[in-house]
Each structure stands twice: as structure tokens, then as C-alpha cells.
């Protein structure tokens, strides 16, 4: 069982920064790839950036690449997500999640296996 907790919302002005944290733990997090996801009111669960923890290989979405960014620190266990120059459309719950990235040319699915319980951010106009 893996166990995800995130920390580091909050409210922010458009334009500013956060940065998210999801700490790991449990029997084998290492042997899956980390992701965040984000889901707005009223909208689908939709996939942010993932980072694979052997190799730090990192996709991001269209709609936050050049502004966010995943890492991970392999001592501390966590996954994080730099995000900079936030928009109010950034509001949303966003998600860590443990999981499988698979990748075919420009294609590329990640099915999570865990999920946190979310982190609030709320970005001011």
C-alpha cells in the first residue's frame, strides 16, 4: 500500500507562485511513476505532469508547460510541482498520484494506482 499526502496550496494572486509537495511512503512508491493531476469545478480530473522516480524523465500538459514544473528528491521521498505564473483557469483540487506512465511516440497514458486527498489552490484575478 502506498500512501500520498500533499501539501503547499493556497491562495495566490494572478501571476505568483506556489509550490506543491507530495510526500511518499509505503511498501514499493518507488516502482511507480508519480503524476499530479487537477480537477476544477464542475470539470473531469485532468492530467497536469508526471516524472518517472528512476530516471526523472517529466511530460507536462500543453496547458501549464513552460510555467510548471515536476521534480522529485529521492532522499526525502517527494514529488513536487514548481508553478509559476499562475492563472485564475489554474484554480482547481490538485492530486498526486502513484502510478504506470506508459509512453508510444507522442502518446502517452498514466494510470494511477494511488491517489492523495488533494491540495487547494485558488488563484486570484
Known amino acids: 500500500q502506498v500512501q500520498l499526502v500533499e501539501s503547499g496550496g493556497g491562495l495566490v494572486q494572478a501571476g505568483g507562485s506556489l509550490r506543491l509537495s507530495c510526500a511518499a511512503s509505503?511498501?514499493?512508491?518507488?516502482?511507480?511513476?508519480m503524476a499530479w493531476f487537477r480537477q476544477a469545478p464542475g470539470k473531469e480530473r485532468e492530467f497536469v505532469a508526471t516524472i518517472v522516480w528512476s530516471n526523472g524523465d517529466t511530460r507536462y500538459a500543453d496547458s501549464v508547460k513552460g510555467r510548471f514544473t515536476i521534480s522529485r528528491d529521492n532522499a526525502k521521498n517527494t514529488v513536487y510541482l514548481q508553478m509559476n505564473s499562475l492563472k485564475p483557469e489554474d484554480t482547481a483540487i490538485y492530486y498526486c498520484a502513484a502510478g504506470v506512465l506508459t509512453v508510444a511516440g507522442t502518446w502517452m497514458n498514466f494510470g494511477s494506482h494511488y491517489w492523495g486527498q488533494g491540495t487547494q489552490v485558488t488563484v486570484s484575478s
Open positions: 509505503g511498501r514499493g512508491f518507488r516502482s511507480y511513476d
